[in-house]
């Protein structure tokens, strides 16, 4: 029987082992979505609210359980994780208060004696997932999903089938009703067979550009509608007026966070030149200071990436950042001994055409460009085929609001970090995809918009 196995990057050690399905057996899932879709989407939302409410009350019930199974299949420092099982029943929460007013008929004078917009479910939908927020992500897929009326089916990442199994579990443990969501741990060359099969309406998929094109490419030949979440290099720009230690402080914690391993994070600072030097000097003692080591040890501040291949492929992009003209502060070594672990590690002097300027960079490693004024900032800002997030640090809220409403980006975010929020529709422009998560804008993405015109 063919198997995944996910291992503790902290470690090297083995974490867990699990059956891997076939084609043929996914559709069978598939399947049973679809026909347990028939009975869901008659439920009211009441009854479906009840259900995400019982759900999120068991997350957090067993809130260090789940946590130290991200921690330990994916490396997140246990306090993140811990946040993350938190974050999970807010959307939970969330979607069964308000979705029901999301979906509500929208009432439209015209000359009929009745017309209006009625917002219907659509079927099975396929999620693909990926590994960084192994229970966020798939819970901001579910909740809107789900209480829209469709039903759902996770093929989650290989390397954190263990959250994939302990979702499936606690879903069916509130009273989901069997085949109502699932997991299939399913090669991913068999992902376009069953795209392709009728039991499936729809996909989303969070992961790489790569996986993107393909998704996208097999969704579109079979007239299926796709949300795409994919990669970012967000961009924050500090401008000339920003206190230099509070941008630094913001710069560390948005590079650092999840190791880095975050779509989201901010990889590129854009730093106006009247500060450049005391910002980099102030980003740079805070990322040697800050500490690394096992995940599970709230002390440290940072853990391993999630894989080894992982890091290697990150490091080979800072040799090659380097090897362009980049300046290396600090990190950029691989550590010896077992682990993904991999330091933090700042680059100075990048600019356009450098693979720190040009491609995302997944992992403790953070960009910082030189621009001469406000508009050469914002130009280097918007200088990526990325689009997914985008920041501004300034004393001038006004200033910022400006820049921010000039970047390229699906959100941007003055003063604070990047975050992905259950009330802010959550989505990229450019090759980070199209179609938005979360608010009311991610609910609709899966619903049939239908008009109702009666005579």
């Keep these: 029987m063919d198997k995944t ?12 082992e699990f059956a891997r399905v076939t084609l043929d057996e996914a559709v069978g899932k598939a399947r049973q979505a679809r026909r347990a879709f028939g009975a869901w989407r008659e439920t009211s939302f009441a009854h ?19 946590a130290r199974l991200a921690t330990l299949e994916m490396g997140k420092p246990i306090a993140q994780a811990r946040k993350e099982i938190e974050k999970c029943a807010w959307v939970c929460r969330y979607y069964a208060e308000h979705a ?4 509500s008929q929208t009432p439209v004078e015209t000359e009929a004696w009745k017309s209006y917009v ?7 939908v396929l999620a693909i997932m990926p590994w960084n927020f192994p229970f966020y992500q798939v819970i901001r897929f579910a909740a809107p999903a789900l209480m829209a009326g469709n039903t759902g089916l996770l093929k989650h990442a290989s390397n954190v089938q263990g959250c994939a199994r302990a979702l499936e579990e606690a879903f069916a443990g509130v009273g989901f009703p069997p085949g109502v969501f699932g997991n299939i741990n399913m090669s991913a060359g068999d992902i376009a067979g069953l795209i392709a099969n009728p039991a499936i309406a729809a996909v989303t998929l969070t992961g790489s550009e790569a996986a993107g ?22 961009a924050y720009i500090v401008l000339d007026d920003a206190d230099v230690e509070k941008a630094a402080d913001l710069a560390l914690a948005g590079r650092m966070q999840n190791t880095g391993q975050t779509c989201i994070a901010a990889k590129r600072f854009v730093v106006l030149d009247g500060i450049h030097d005391a910002f980099l000097a102030a980003l740079r003692h805070r990322m040697q200071d800050a500490r690394m080591g096992d995940p599970l040890d709230e002390s ?3 853990g391993p990436m999630a894989r080894t291949d992982l890091r290697d ?7 090659r950042t ?16 077992p682990g993904a672990y991999y330091p933090a590690t700042l680059i100075a002097d990048v600019k356009p055409g450098m693979e720190a300027f040009d491609t995302e960079m997944f992992g403790p490693v953070a960009a910082v460009i030189r621009a001469r004024d406000e508009e050469h900032a914002i130009a280097l800002a918007n200088d990526t085929r990325f689009g997914l997030g985008s920041g501004v640090i300034t004393r001038d809220r006004e200033r910022g609001e400006r820049i921010a409403l000039r970047l390229e980006a699906g959100s941007s975010f003055v003063n604070t970090l990047v975050v992905s929020d259950p009330r802010l529709p959550f989505g990229g422009v450019k090759d980070s995809g199209y179609g938005r998560e979360l608010s009311s804008f991610g609910i609709h993405e899966f619903v049939n918009i239908k008009s109702v015109w009666i005579a």
């Design 5 to 16: 196995v996910s291992i503790n990057p902290a470690t090297g050690e083995k974490a867990g």
């Design 48 to 66: 479906r609210g009840e259900l995400f409410r019982n759900l999120a009350e068991k997350l957090l019930g067993d809130k260090d359980r789940y």
């Design 100 to 103: 029901k007013g999301f979906l």
């Design 118 to 124: 009625a917002f219907q479910p659509m079927g099975v």
């Design 213 to 234: 094109r393909s998704v996208a490419s097999t969704a579109g030949k079979h007239l299926k509608k796709a949300v795409l979440e994919l990669g970012g290099s967000d």
């Design 300 to 302: 440290n501040y940072y």
């Design 313 to 319: 492929t990150l490091h080979a992009q800072v040799e």
């Design 322 to 337: 380097l090897s362009q003209g980049g300046r290396l502060l600090c990190g950029g070594v691989v550590p010896p001994g």
